[in-house]
């Protein structure tokens, strides 16, 4: 499904369509939406590109709020100018993913789960204890420069949309097939030589310094940020888009963060019924649909859609 | 030496808790090879179960304080093993040794578990009333009644499931597919229903260290959630599976806790105690008492 170019056509011209609609819709509202929609593809990509070497990647979400808080810095208390402080994000979540990586990675399975869990949760900690970072409150008052207000929403979604082409740009080169083959057996790929923990790193700060430029563009997209944004939850819901959308091919979790995100728009009034929901389409889509979306289209084009699929 | 000594008991305290909460989870890991995220809707159930018990039999009925928490305490085990059961057949049977199916299956469960506790429960905290009022002095440090018999009990129960997983043929079992599911398999132990026992037992640990919990804080329905992420840094430290590193970790957790919070802040501690998980990773990634992976 979609594997030849036509498909990365289509996706191409949807996110030319996507640029086009926030440059001449003239509603805020629906800009807003499709940045939303574009960001949250942004996480669940990135989520799914450190699944390929087989880690569950909890600290998505860390990597999302340093980010976020990079630029929240550099452009409201360094005053450094809108391009620049878009671009100290992913840097500066590159680099602390490389030191965090670099000692975490020689851990995996359960281990790196529960490390980046953890992380996630104390990085969150620490902006709500320190002050210059706004605290429990969190920062405010990230603008794009009045020229550029009206264009934001286009490069807003150009960056995400480079970013998801990037990623699968990665994951359809020899890295990518590197990647893929040490969460097969990485005993392999160290037996012909390779250095199998450097490239578990590489893999990592390649996804948390995507992360952290979509956490830049959030910033400047929401204009306030707070602590609570960034919980470990930003990290399951994108796990949630990835396996409803299905992780077998990187379209999987765009289909899921539109629809969720779209679905989620609707969902808002609800209180707490809004989490039961969410739990129930989490369950039902692991248990009933195993594979997701991409892998429900596989399985009606093999045509064993009925009966439960092979674990 | 007073302040050390009660900051000694304040970790006893914290730390029985912990060493309850992280012991079922640690558990469920060893058998089922699974990080069950969903362990604090166990303990909250717990809680939420003594608090609305409580509340009934003391204010309405009009019984003995210390007869209805008995009968809140018995209520709550079962409860929270019919949850178990319910959640352990549709669902957790389906993703043994799988983590990242498990993490999804147990994320799921939380949402829709605390999201329940809510409708059910309400936002407001609630306080239960003491079940043994009074004050004693140990060496100079003064504690209510009530939290040192919750430092024996969990003792006792701590004791009770090592002798469990140490001396019976059920404990046996469990420690065998731990180990090695396939060689187990193999001398006939039945996998999963020893999975199944494995995931009841842990349940049941969150449950008893919940119904103990609402005895001294106020009951609300993320009570367990707080929970969770010491109780990962516990298993972390003292190594995923380990009956024994779960409870050292779980006393050292309280003891960073307890005293770096009095002498820095809380935040201070917590931060020390990543850091510690940090150093341990660099020095010996499977744990103080961890198998290395295989």
């Not at chain 1, 949630?240 to 379209?251: L, Q």
């Not at chain 2, 469920?28 to 604090?40: E, L, S, Y």
């Not at chain 2, 809140?72 to 059961?85: N, P, Q, R, Y």
Request: charged share 10%.
């Amino acid at each position: 499904m979609l594997k030849g170019n036509q498909g990365l056509i289509l996706c191409i011209l949807i996110a030319i369509g996507a640029i086009c609609f926030a440059l001449f819709s003239g509603d805020p509202y629906y800009a807003q939406v499709v940045i939303w929609v574009f960001t949250n593809a942004a996480l669940a990509v990135t989520l799914r590109f450190v699944l390929l070497i087989g880690e569950l990647n909890i600290a998505t979400a860390a990597f999302f709020g340093i980010g976020a808080y990079t630029t929240a810095v550099a452009s409201t208390i360094l005053g450094w100018p809108f391009f620049i402080s878009l671009l100290a994000a992913p840097a500066i979540a590159g680099l602390i993913s490389a030191l965090f990586g670099w000692i975490t990675l020689r851990t995996k399975g359960p281990y790196f789960l529960l490390i980046s869990f953890a992380f996630t949760e104390i990085v969150r900690l620490i902006y709500t204890r320190t002050d210059a970072l706004g605290g429990n409150s969190g920062m405010i008052g990230m603008f794009p420069p009045i020229e550029l207000d009206t264009y934001f929403p286009a490069i807003a979604i150009t960056i995400l949309a480079a970013i998801l082409f990037g990623l699968y740009a990665v994951e359809r080169s020899n890295l990518g097939r590197v990647f893929k083959a040490i969460q097969n057996n990485e005993d392999i790929p160290r037996s012909v030589g390779l250095n199998v923990i450097g490239l578990k790193i590489l893999c990592f700060v390649i996804a948390s310094t995507a992360v952290g430029l979509a956490g830049g563009v959030h910033a400047y997209t929401n204009n306030v940020i707070a602590p609570a944004d960034f919980t470990y939850f930003v990290a399951v819901l994108a796990l949630a888009y990835v396996k409803i959308g299905g992780e077998g091919h990187i379209i999987g979790p765009i289909i899921g963060a539109t629809i969720l995100t779209i679905a989620g728009q609707f969902l808002h009034s609800f209180g707490p019924y809004e989490n039961i929901f969410y739990g129930a389409i989490i369950i039902g889509a692991l248990l009933l649909v195993p594979g997701g979306i991409v892998g429900l289209g596989e399985r009606i084009k093999a045509g064993t859609l009925i009966g439960r699929a092979e674990r | 030496m007073e302040l050390q000594v009660q900051l000694l008991i304040n970790t006893l305290q914290i730390g029985s808790v912990y060493v309850l909460f992280a012991l079922g989870l640690t558990l469920i890991f060893g058998v089922m090879k699974i990080v069950n995220f969903a362990h604090g809707t166990f303990f909250t159930a717990a809680a939420l179960v003594v608090s609305t018990v409580m509340s009934v039999s003391v204010e309405t009925a009009g019984l003995p304080i210390w007869f209805s928490y008995l009968i809140a305490f018995t209520l709550a085990l079962l409860i929270v093993c019919m949850i178990g059961f319910v959640v352990y057949f549709f669902g957790f049977q389906y993703v043994l040794k799988d983590l990242n199916g498990s993490f999804i299956l147990s994320i799921g469960l939380l949402l829709l578990l605390n999201g329940t506790y809510l409708i059910l429960y309400g936002g407001v905290p609630r306080s239960i009333p003491d079940v043994v009022p009074g004050n004693i002095s140990l060496f100079g440090a003064s504690l209510t009644i009530q939290r040192l018999l919750l430092i024996i009990v969990a003792a006792i129960i701590t004791i009770g499931l090592y002798q469990l997983v140490h001396r019976t043929k059920l404990g046996l079992s469990l420690r065998a597919v731990a180990e090695d599911q396939e060689a187990a398999m193999l001398q006939g132990i039945p996998f999963r229903r020893v999975a199944f026992y494995g995931f009841l037992i842990g349940a049941t640990l969150a449950a008893c260290a919940g119904a103990l919990m609402a005895t001294v804080t106020p009951v609300t329905t993320v009570i367990g959630d707080d929970f969770l992420v010491k109780a990962f840094i516990i298993i972390i430290i003292g190594g995923l599976g380990s009956v024994l590193g779960a409870i050292l970790g779980g006393l050292l957790i309280a003891l960073i806790e307890s005293f770096g919070g009095y002498y820095f802040d809380p935040s201070t501690a917590t931060l020390a105690m990543f850091v510690l998980v940090v150093v341990l990773l660099i020095v010996r990634p499977q744990g103080i008492l961890g198998h290395a992976e295989r």
